[in-house]
């Protein structure tokens, strides 16, 4: 569906990203998820693109697979990344013909096993190009719905650490809207209060497109330090990290710490009528499920209106 309509179906979308398996073992974990994660009915689920190789064909894999054979509606990430203008327009190409309704564009992380990655080489240097290159796309007809694909963009509520000039920033981030996207999905973050002020900042530079939550509960703390030098600098607020010194290193107490955090965040965003609420699964599902049953919700339907 296309993300217009799923956002105007409900006040709030819940929904839920995946990453494309590496080995066989993963991938089965990452299908028993899928199986626990459907029943909640997200309002669409994402699947990374990696930054090359054959990981990035893995993502169409996932993303065909999940629309054939479950309910759910995915949104394939796309990025700049190590691409020319005929590999994207051949990507988007055969998502149209699956019927895939939106892609997540991206400028990407470089790929780290290539250091000092020359960008110059890629047809498109910043994920607003990305956005432009979709809409020509769109407007070729070549997508089975007279809209084309609904456009996502990532937005960062502490900042991207490339551009340290946060007026600058958001400069950068109204390109991306003006260039034609339909919503943004955020980085993780863990002080509601940043994704509030990154909310005004937004309106203040007049982005009034629906704005989605990007949250990732802690459930170890090796995936703590892994998600701090991946997401490029998340503040990590002192309440959250005196609960953790508390659960010591027994691994359960930090897992319910964590989820509990976790909780509270969503609790309220709700609160504060959040556009959406992403979870960063890392493929798994109980915690998802554990913020769910806390939260008071059977599925993610439950916030949509009766008559949705
Ligand atoms: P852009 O919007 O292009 O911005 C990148 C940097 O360039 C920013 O600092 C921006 O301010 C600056 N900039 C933008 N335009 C200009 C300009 N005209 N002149 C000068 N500077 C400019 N990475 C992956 O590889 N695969 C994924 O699947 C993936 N999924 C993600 C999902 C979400 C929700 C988020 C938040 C991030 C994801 N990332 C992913 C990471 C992302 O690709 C990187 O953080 C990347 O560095 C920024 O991407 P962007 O699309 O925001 O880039």
């Given at each position: ?21 590496k080995t066989a073992?993963?991938s ?7 199986a626990?994660l ?12 990696g930054a ?7 993502t ?8 054939q054979?479950t ?5 394939p990430?796309l990025?700049?990344?190590c ?17 895939v ?12 096993e290539?250091g ?11 994920a ?5 290159f ?11 719905d ?5 456009i996502?963009?990532?937005g ?5 650490p ?8 958001m400069?950068?981030?109204?390109a ?7 919503y943004?999905?955020?980085q ?9 002020d ?9 982005i ?5 939550a ?6 170890t ?28 290193t027994?691994p359960e ?21 959040v ?8 493929n ?10 806390s939260?008071?919700l059977k ?6 209106p009766?008559?949705?």
């Amino acid at each position: 569906m296309h993300i217009s309509d799923i956002l105007a179906a409900t006040p709030t979308t819940l929904s839920f990203e995946f990453f494309p398996p590496k080995t066989a073992e993963a991938s089965e974990r990452l299908y028993d998820s899928i199986a626990q994660l459907e029943p909640y009915q997200p309002n669409f689920v994402s699947v990374t693109y990696g930054a090359g190789g054959g990981t990035r064909e893995m993502t169409h894999d996932l993303v065909v697979r999940l629309k054939q054979t479950t309910a759910l509606d995915p949104i394939p990430h796309l990025t700049c990344v190590c691409h020319q203008e005929g590999e994207i327009a051949d990507i988007l190409g055969r998502y149209a013909e699956v019927g895939v309704s939106n892609i997540l564009a991206l400028r990407g992380d470089p790929p780290s096993e290539r250091g000092g990655y020359d960008r110059s080489q890629d047809a498109f240097q910043y994920a607003a190009d990305l956005v432009k290159f979709i809409k020509r796309f769109n407007d070729s007809g070549a997508h089975p719905d007279r809209r084309g694909f609904g456009i996502g963009v990532a937005g960062f509520p502490e900042g991207h650490p490339l551009t340290p000039n946060r007026l600058v920033e958001m400069d950068h981030l109204k390109a991306k809207v003006d260039a034609g996207a339909d919503y943004i999905c955020t980085q993780l973050f863990f002080d509601n209060h940043d994704f509030y002020d990154f909310r005004e900042r937004c309106d203040l530079a007049g982005i009034r497109i629906p704005i989605i939550a990007g949250i990732m509960p802690i459930t170890t703390t090796n995936g703590m330090r892994r998600m701090a030098e991946l997401s490029g600098g998340s503040v990590f607020p002192a309440r959250l990290l005196k609960a953790l010194q508390r659960a010591g290193t027994d691994p359960e107490a930090i897992r319910r710490v964590g989820i509990h955090y976790a909780t509270e965040q969503c609790a309220d965003l709700l609160n504060h009528k959040v556009a959406g609420i992403h979870f960063y699964t890392l493929n798994q599902s109980s915690a998802t499920r554990e913020i769910y049953a806390s939260l008071g919700l059977k599925d993610s339907r439950a916030l949509a209106p009766a008559s949705a």
